[in-house]
């Protein structure tokens, strides 16, 4: 069945400019994670959420990142004013349900360049 | 809150020779632990993961790690390192009581001739 998909794949922006990534996870899974990693980095976890329970945002880095799930599914991360640090792949991942025992599935990611 | 330790950012190791990815974890609670790779290019994907039944966990491509709780460790392992193993590895560690999964740093494996 299908995976879970992102677009843009690649984003190339000015700094300062706003930007939007969109997720869209596997049918049926109830959590679904964000994640930056940076070149040569690892993972960062940025924002979880799980079903209609308020999300976790405990690893955005700043308040010009914001996230929302619409109805249980697809997801959009948003980031305003870029900075040149935000250039990253940011991935998106989903699972059946969170945490114990159920492995994530990651997206392709979406290359973000701020300029 | 838990978190994991990945011993080596980078392991170079021979074809055929053994491979060895170091990992260790701290959690409050009896934790579920992965190990993911992601190749150039391409997404993460699940090689194996233990979950409270057998210490000893087999995955894909001939990939095996052991739980060992007095350690507090989850080294991966291959008997026999091929070409196409060349990637880099992510130790994931998920609390029981939390809903997020904490990855490590991971560990570029490269893989000579």
């Known amino acids: 069945g299908a995976g879970v998909s992102q677009s843009p794949s690649n984003k190339v922006t000015e700094k300062g400019k706003d930007v939007e990534l969109r997720c869209d996870p596997i049918s049926g899974h109830t959590a679904l994670y964000w994640y930056r990693q940076s070149l040569g980095q690892g993972l960062e976890f940025l924002i979880y959420?799980?079903?209609?329970?308020?999300?976790?945002k405990s690893g955005l880095p700043s308040d010009r990142f914001s996230a929302e799930r619409t109805g249980g599914s697809v997801s959009t991360l948003t980031i305003q004013r870029t900075q040149q640090e935000d250039s990253a792949v940011y991935l998106c991942a989903s699972s059946f349900q969170p945490g114990r025992g159920y492995e994530q599935y990651f997206g392709p990611g979406t290359r973000l360049t701020v300029t | 809150a838990q978190s994991v330790t990945q011993l080596d950012s980078h392991v170079s190791v021979s074809e055929g020779t053994p491979v060895l990815l170091r990992c260790n974890y701290s959690?409050?609670?009896?934790?579920?632990l992965f190990w993911y790779v992601q190749h150039p290019n391409k997404g993460l994907q699940l090689l194996l993961k233990?979950?409270?039944?057998?210490?000893l966990v087999k995955g894909i491509n001939g990939f095996e790690a052991e739980f060992k709780k007095s350690e507090t460790s989850f080294h991966l392992t291959k008997p026999s390192a091929h070409m196409s193993d060349a990637a880099e590895y992510f130790c994931v560690v998920s609390d029981r009581n939390n809903n997020d999964m904490r990855f490590g740093a991971g560990t570029r494996l490269t893989v000579k001739p």
């Open positions: 233990y979950t409270s039944a057998a210490t």
């Open positions: 959690s409050s609670y009896s934790p579920s």
């Open positions: 959420f799980q079903g209609n329970s308020a999300p976790d």
